[in-house]
Structures are given as C-alpha cells and as structure tokens.
C-alpha cells in the first residue's frame, strides 16, 4: 500500500511547536483521536536509536494499545522519523510558513484497517495537536 499523508498548519513559533510535538509533558494533551480517548505515560527518547512509547486508550477502557518505536532521524526543528513495532514507517516535517508552522506526516498503512479510516485517526490526532496548542 501507498503511503499516507496528513498535514495541518499551526500559528506558533517552529521552537514552541517542536517543544509541544516532543515533550512528554504536552504529549499528554494531545495523543489521541478523540476526547473519548486519552494518552497515558509517555516515553520520549528523542535522538536516533532512541524510543519512544505513550499509551493510547479509551477513558471508559474498552480499549487500549501502546504506540510505540524508534526513531531513525531526528533534526531538531525540521524533521522526526520513525519505525513503529510493528515494522511501518513514519516521517513528519515541520515547515516554518507565513501562517506558522506545517506540520506533515507520511506514515505506512497498516493492514487490519481501510485505508481512509487509517488517515481519518492520523488527522484527527494532528487536530487534535493544533487544538492544544492554540488553546495552551
């Protein structure tokens, strides 16, 4: 399958975005599709070969999972990439624009899910990125 893109725009400085993307204080925040899901415990190891794990679930724990992996390329600033656990590929861009900051994401689909439900959950999480910050 194709790899898939996700992208928002945010109205901040590349330094504060970066801090919010990265730091397990805000990951809190922002880590999950929904207002009906939270992310729990998060590890951030930023640096290449360094790992990184937060937990994604339900409030009512219906459900859960660990996202998690390590990162393959990390430049402060500009780029983060990644392999997830389960073997797929992840690389966000942040771009300084007029507006602020773009933040871009590709990532490999994974199997179990349609292809547009998989980037309809990646976007609502980069959404939900946005919200937070611009509300923090």
Do not use: C
């Amino acid at each position: 399958m194709d790899p898939i893109t996700v992208q928002t725009t945010v109205k901040a400085p590349l330094e504060k975005v970066w801090e919010y993307w990265t730091s397990p204080k805000h990951i809190t925040g922002w880590a999950f599709a929904s207002d009906d899901w939270e992310a729990t415990d998060p590890i951030n190891d930023l640096a290449v070969g360094g790992n990184f794990q937060t937990t994604m679930r339900a409030k009512d724990g219906s459900g859960g999972f660990d996202f998690s992996g390590t990162y393959t390329d990390v430049q402060p600033l500009e780029l983060l990439e990644y392999d997830l656990d389960d073997g797929r590929h992840v690389r966000i861009e942040f771009d300084e624009v007029p507006e602020g900051v773009d933040i871009i994401q590709t990532f490999d689909p994974e199997t179990n899910n349609l292809p547009e439900f998989q980037k309809q959950g990646w976007q609502s999480i980069l959404n939900n990125f946005k919200r937070y910050f611009e509300q923090g």
